[in-house]
């Protein structure tokens, strides 16, 4: 999984979730974003179904899953 991983640099990547929570909720910058940081990913998400996952990535956005265990993965790694 981490040939997924876009950014090399927690530092760049946890600055990347916080792009990607401050536009969570706007489809018009999130499917972009999406498909430029994990384009392998998106290739295997029908044109369909691209709205149920963006969906899905706001619902566990919304849960706290994204920031919380990304945050503290990132800060045991870190520290």
């Known amino acids: 999984m981490d040939d997924q991983s876009p950014l090399d640099a927690l530092g760049e990547w946890a600055t990347e979730l916080d792009r990607?929570?401050?536009?969570v909720h706007d489809n018009a910058v999130l499917e972009p974003w999406l498909r430029g940081?994990?384009?392998?990913?998106?290739?295997?998400?029908?044109?369909?179904?691209?709205?149920q996952f963006m969906a899905g990535i706001r619902r566990a956005h919304d849960k706290g899953l994204i920031e919380s265990s990304?945050?503290?993965?990132l800060a045991q790694r870190a520290g």
Do not use: D, E, G
């Not at 990607?20 to 536009?23: A, V």
């Not at 940081?37 to 709205?51: D, E, G, H, Q």
């Not at 990304?70 to 993965?73: F, H, L, N, T």
């Open 37 to 51: 940081t994990f384009p392998r990913i998106m290739a295997l998400v029908s044109k369909r179904r691209v709205a």
């Open 20 to 23: 990607l929570c401050s536009f």
């Open 70 to 73: 990304y945050s503290r993965r």
